[in-house]
């Protein structure tokens, strides 16, 4: 080649790269590098996590993998959106989506991986502190947020209602001031029958409405003796703690907001008589019918269509020293029936400090709620005859006279027009609730830690409630207007200290805890109410300006109480291996709500456990991923319902007439009893727990039986030499026995599809062993509870020796003669009509309490989707159908409208007699079986490739869809709380069925 052509293609090459150079300058300006670290939970480096970039919208996609530093790193990616995908076996894969890769830009991913929970590796909350499944020898159960119940809940239990054995969670009906009554293994009282269990947030006892649900991070349920012992007389009736949601390591600034509305309708409507069909009963000459010429449907004039509002916003960040979390939530609840609202503000602010290396820990919190309703009631939210007015009353009535004023019938008792009720009743009740709580925790040496602990929580509220003249109370009783206010404030505080050392010594495992709790509580009261106002215009406001409290007719007191609680606990954890576990505790607590003679109790547990799987001859049995055995005894305890019942307290409330006029005097209230003590449940529980085809398949199994000795009841004694006729003391036995088995699968785990199930399924048998003791006894063996009201005025149910809580106690129809009269069956046996009946005639009609619960629950993904479903059912009681006791009998007619079944025939036969009066027979307590398909709720995940929204789901939901009964009534899922449970009460507030619509959205 020429010297000539040489120099031609080196200027060809040098024109060429000119020419490319700023093609070459725009294509390397195109790339970008990503450098990340991956990280445990502990923030500890993550080697051989498998990350792959794949750009949006493209098929192009880079992988890389974490070096032993935790440390991955891109090279020159095109810019543009991209998802990030990190996964390593043991661990939750985890997705980062919306990351903008800019042209000549350099990106940093910081991430940290969850490990993946086996059944038995998981963390459970136990009595101060925390522990791994693997090594817990106690009945605890477990739900965290991912798993709750979703869409709409009025309080902190609804989020796991059906998704612990054993614990049963009700909700009688749709009132928006209503919370969820909670049974945990049955009755373990009779004095205190319808108490929750304990209730603790974050270790400061609380309530179901002391914290946002939507703020909830996860619920643990500590359910037998062994594991709620170190709770020592708070924890008979089980123990519910729930931990909020918190800051772990470092966090980029994160926004969540949380939002949905809602919509009800009642689900199920008594069929009463029309307008239209009611004058057909006027036509007939029905006994009391009677046609005022107006089409009133009374339901809909007290009812509406609700809307009800949530939302939700949550602050958070860290770094490797500080984090903190802010959240603010509003509640705007709306009732089916008019007026009836419930308005929540919930402020919370948590911050944690690391200091000296992490040897220093602080946490601080603020909380709290502000809590505002309608007063449809005297110090309530709502007036349960407005509804009970609704059924009844005349449809030919129209809600207003030509004049303007209400529609009323004062010659009739318990007959009010429903509507008049709600507009001519004024009222607010404001309740708030202010929280702060901190602890200090140092960490002196390896292993050792102590912390302390103090809360201070202050509760205020405040009710006022106004009659006007044109309420009933005025046009009918004469009050002329009729007012009350009242206040409260209570405060409780709580002081801890405690010492917990954990250490290994080969295959030795040991954690010991040490405490000290001292809490102390404070009430004050006022209360006052006058009528007989001149103007309504200053309704509740103007207390002083009725007439009523000054003639000595209306009432006015105040009241204080206080009481305390001082406890030391000892709790001892020590496994070989991980193979042999034992676990052994005790509290020793004093309160001032004892007696004089027993101001302490102690409160032990013990409690073993053997992992099977861990054996070597299990090592072969490949199916198997793990397989325990528990066993364990616990004693716990229940105080006094109040501070001062082991003491003498006086009254001031009983006059003398004497020389010629009324002399205040001071009498006895309380016999005193030094020996009043605590009610001591000892408990016995056998447990089994398994994982099958590495953990497809778990469940557990748990046995237990419960005696519970020196229950607490009033007794009858002579005067004298005792001041008073009764004497609260400890005589009574009752024992409680079931099985609990949860069964967890994933039938399908796909890459696009998977298929999560639950079921859980628990029965409870109760029985009364015992009302009595040497000293004090109930002679008859037994006494009675509940009542049906006017106007047939009787009791509903019966506490009896050798029988269960809860049974029906009445007389058992068998027939009706030819005339359309009740036959009942006598003591004897024999048939005999009602109006030869006799108190000895009556015997067990039923149960109020179910013998089995049965829950269902179910989560599909489906790629972006996810659809949960809830189902549950009760089993094995009976129901009392107050409405079709009143509502269900022609003679009603002359008190009001009736229900259609009215005139349906009787045991096949006719209906009942115009004149056959109001009765409590068992052909009104009905089998109350059902199964409820109780929650669908269908979400979608979208795919965001922004820089900022981490994530957006949008919701739709539906709540308490669908029931399969028999029952005749409203709704199966009645009242079990104290001892007349089972009613389905004529003034219960109706059932809904909710509808919502909702979205989760994440920015950072």
């Not at 809580?805 to 005339?819: H, L, R």
Request: charge should be positive; charged fraction near 20%.
């Amino acid at each position: 080649m020429s010297a000539l052509q040489r120099m031609k293609n080196a200027l060809t090459k040098w024109l060429v790269l000119f020419l490319l150079f700023p093609f070459s300058l725009t294509a390397q300006n195109a790339h970008t590098d990503v450098k990340g670290m991956v990280r445990d939970e502990q923030g500890r480096a993550l080697p051989g996590v498998s990350v792959t970039a794949k750009k949006a919208d493209t098929a192009f996609s880079a992988t890389a993998e974490s070096k032993p530093d935790g440390v991955f790193s891109f090279s020159q990616l095109p810019s543009g959106n991209y998802v990030f995908t990190l996964s390593l076996v043991g661990y939750e894969t985890q997705t980062l989506s919306g990351y903008e890769l800019k042209p000549g830009a350099t990106a940093s991913l910081v991430v940290k991986l969850q490990q993946k929970e086996r059944a038995l590796s998981e963390v459970v909350v136990v009595g101060y502190g925390t522990q791994r499944k693997e090594e817990l020898t106690s009945a605890v159960s477990s739900v965290k947020a991912k798993d709750f119940v979703k869409g709409s809940v009025n309080d902190a239990s609804q989020l796991i209602r059906g998704k612990v054995a054993g614990l049963n969670i009700i909700t009688p009906d749709a009132n928006p001031t209503g919370t969820s009554q909670i049974l945990l293994r049955g009755l373990n009282s009779i004095s205190n029958a319808g108490a929750n269990p304990l209730i603790l947030v974050d270790g400061i006892p609380g309530s179901l409405t002391t914290v946002a649900p939507e703020d909830i991070d996860r619920i643990d349920v500590l359910k037998d003796g062994s594991a709620a012992a170190i709770y020592g007389t708070r924890g008979t009736n089980g123990v519910i703690l729930i931990t909020t949601k918190k800051v772990n390591g470092e966090l980029p600034p994160t926004v969540e907001l949380n939002s949905y509305a809602t919509i009800q309708s009642i689900a199920r409507k008594l069929d009463v008589f029309s307008a239209n069909a009611y004058r057909q009963l006027v036509a007939q000459q029905k006994p009391g019918a009677m046609d005022y010429g107006a089409n009133t449907n009374w339901l809909d004039e007290i009812t509406q269509t609700p809307v009800s509002q949530v939302y939700s916003i949550n602050l958070k960040a860290g770094n490797k020293n500080t984090n903190y979390i802010a959240s603010f939530e509003y509640r705007s609840l709306n009732g089916i029936i008019k007026k009836t609202d419930n308005k929540f503000f919930y402020p919370r602010f948590e911050i944690n400090h690391n200091m000296f290396n992490g040897k220093l820990k602080f946490n601080g919190n603020v909380s709290g709620y502000q809590q505002s309703y309608f007063a449809g009631a005297d110090g309530g939210s709502y007036r349960g005859d407005i509804y009970r007015n609704a059924v009844t009353y005349n449809p030919t009535d129209p809600v207003k006279a030509p004049d303007g004023t209400w529609t009323q019938h004062t010659d009739k008792t318990d007959y009010v027009n429903p509507v008049s009720l709600l507009e001519e009743t004024k009222g607010e009740n404001k309740y708030t609730d202010f929280r702060t709580f901190g602890s200090l925790s140092f960490l002196p040496v390896n292993g050792l830690t102590f912390k302390l602990l103090g809360s201070h929580d202050e509760q205020h509220s405040t009710r006022g409630y106004y009659e006007t003249k044109q309420h009933i109370s005025t046009v009918r009783d004469g009050k002329n207007g009729y007012a009350s206010r009242g206040t409260t404030r209570s405060t409780d505080d709580l002081v801890e200290a405690t010492a917990q050392y954990s250490g290994s010594w080969g295959a030795h495992n040991l954690t010991g805890l040490a405490g000290y709790s001292w809490r102390k509580q404070y009430s004050e009261n006022y209360y006052m109410q006058n009528w007989d106002f001149p103007s309504d215009f200053f309704t509740y406001n103007n207390m002083g300006a009725g007439k009523a409290l000054s003639r000595g007719e209306a009432v006015e007191y105040s009241y204080a109480e206080k009481s305390t609680l001082l406890s030391y606990f000892l709790r001892l954890n020590y496994n070989f291996k991980e193979r042999y576990l034992l676990s052994a505790s005790i509290r020793r607590e004093g309160s001032s709500r004892f007696g004089a003679n027993h101001k302490y109790g102690n409160f032990p547990a013990v409690s073993v456990g053997w992992n099977i799987q861990k054996e070597n001859f299990m090592r072969n049995v490949n199916f198997l991923s793990s397989l325990k055995i528990r066993a364990g005894y616990g004693i716990t305890g229940t105080e006094p319902s109040g501070p001062y019942k082991s003491l003498n307290t006086i009254d001031f409330n009983s006059f003398a007439y004497i020389n010629g006029e009324w002399i205040q005097v001071i009498s006895p209230s309380k016999n005193p009893n030094p020996d009043l003590r605590w009610e001591k449940k000892k408990e016995g529980n056998l447990g089994l727990d398994f994982g099958l085809w590495k953990d497809r398949l778990t469940g557990s199994v748990d046995v237990y039986k419960r005696t519970v000795d020196d229950l607490i009841l009033d007794y009858n004694v002579p005067t004298p030499p005792y001041l008073f006729p009764t004497i609260t003391a400890n005589a009574a036995t009752m024992q409680n026995k079931g099985i609990e088995v949860t069964l967890n699968g994933v039938p399908v785990q796909g890459k696009h599809f998977s298929w999560f199930t639950s079921v859980n399924y628990s029965t409870n048998s109760n029985k009364v062993v015992s009302l009595s003791n040497d000293k004090f006894s109930v002679k008859a063996g037994y006494f009675d509870q509940g009542a049906t009201g006017e106007p047939i005025q009787t009791i509903t149910h019966r506490v009896q020796i050798g029988q269960p809580v809860g049974n029906f106690w009445g007389y058992k129809s068998v027939d009706i003669d030819d005339n359309g009269h009740w036959i009942i069956q006598g003591q004897d046996g024999k048939p005999k009509p009602i109006a030869q009946q006799q108190p000895n005639d009556k015997t067990i009609l039923g149960n109020g309490l179910p013998k089995q619960y049965l829950n269902w629950n179910n989560t599909i993904t489906c790629k972006n989707f996810d659809l949960n479903v809830t189902m549950r059912g009760a089993f094995g009681f009976s129901i009392l159908n107050m409405a079709q006791m009143f509502y269900g009998v022609p003679v009603m007619l002359t008190r009001g409208n009736l229900l259609t079944s009215a005139y349906n025939n009787v045991y096949g036969k006719r209906p009942l007699a115009d004149d056959q009066e109001l009765q409590y027979v068992s052909y009104f307590v009905q089998k109350g079986d059902y199964w409820k398909i109780d929650n669908i709720t269908l979400g979608y995940h979208f795919d965001l490739h922004s820089e900022h929204i981490r994530g957006l789901r949008l919701y739709v939901s539906g709540s308490n869809l669908f029931t399969i009964t028999g029952y005749k009534g409203i709704d199966p899922e009645v009242s079990i709380s104290g001892l007349a449970p089972g009613v389905d009460d004529r003034n219960r507030y109706p059932s809904t069925r909710t509808f919502t619509l909702g979205a989760n959205i994440s920015f950072q």
